[in-house]
């Protein structure tokens, strides 16, 4: 089976710029997070959905930021516009309902550079 | 969400066990340990997790002590593939916040030839 797909998986852009970034989860997992690492700050939650709704995102820096599961495979994290210190690597990862494991299935990552 | 303490960094030699220790002393009642790691230029990856008692799987061996305020993650055989950064976490497992984990710094383990 496939894991969580996500792309693109290297983006370099200028400041101003609109960046989308896209996830699509596990077949059948209901749960989907949204995180970015960098150096300073280590791997930071943004913001999760639950069957598509969004739960919690209290972690999304500001209102440059904003994200969306229109649908059960596929969510999107957009910057507009981007700013240099917008630069990381931005992980989506999906979890299934009701699992007692507590295991996260992390994609590869977006690593975003914003000039 | 309780907070945990690991050191920085760890070396071990290649074949032998790597045991990776993590302070959580504010861990309440309803909360889990969960381990992950990350290979350099990769996602994190789930090792295990547990409440109370100490737990084994294909990959590692997971030791709660019994006030449940720290734990160890025991690689058996270490190899040069286990070199990563190791994480200690501490959530909930039910309700709204279901999987809400927060990744501190972790511990870079460094297997040796």
């Known amino acids: 089976d496939a894991g969580v797909i996500q792309s693109p998986r290297h983006e370099v852009t200028e400041m101003g710029q609109e960046v989308t970034l896209r996830c699509k989860p596990i077949?059948?997992?209901?749960?989907l997070f949204w995180y970015r690492q960098t150096m300073m700050r280590g791997l930071e939650l943004l913001i999760y959905f639950n069957n598509n709704v969004p739960i919690d995102d209290s972690g999304m820096p500001e209102d440059r930021f904003s994200a969306k599961m229109p649908n059960a495979s596929f969510s999107t994290l957009k910057i507009q516009p981007s700013e240099p210190r917008d630069s990381a690597v931005y992980f989506c990862?999906?979890?299934?309902?009701?699992?007692?494991?507590?295991?996260?299935?992390f994609g590869e990552g977006s690593r975003l550079t914003v000039l | 969400d309780a907070k945990t303490t690991q050191p920085p960094s760890m070396d071990c030699a290649e074949g032998r066990a790597a045991n990776l220790p993590c302070n959580h002393s504010t861990i309440s009642g309803n909360e889990y340990v969960y381990w992950y790691r990350q290979i350099h230029s990769q996602g994190p990856q789930y090792i295990i997790h547990g409440l109370k008692n100490n737990e084994t799987n294909e990959m590692a061996s997971l030791i709660i002590t019994e006030d449940r305020k720290s734990s160890t993650l025991i690689l058996p055989h270490a190899t040069l593939r286990d070199t990563a950064v190791y994480y200690c976490?501490?959530?909930?497992?039910?309700?709204?916040?279901?999987?809400?984990?927060?990744f501190g710094k972790g511990t870079l383990l460094t297997v040796n030839p």
């Open positions: 990862a999906s979890s299934p309902q009701g699992a007692d494991t507590g295991e996260l299935f």
């Open positions: 976490i501490v959530g909930k497992n039910s309700g709204g916040s279901n999987y809400k984990l927060t």
């Open positions: 077949s059948g997992h209901d749960y």
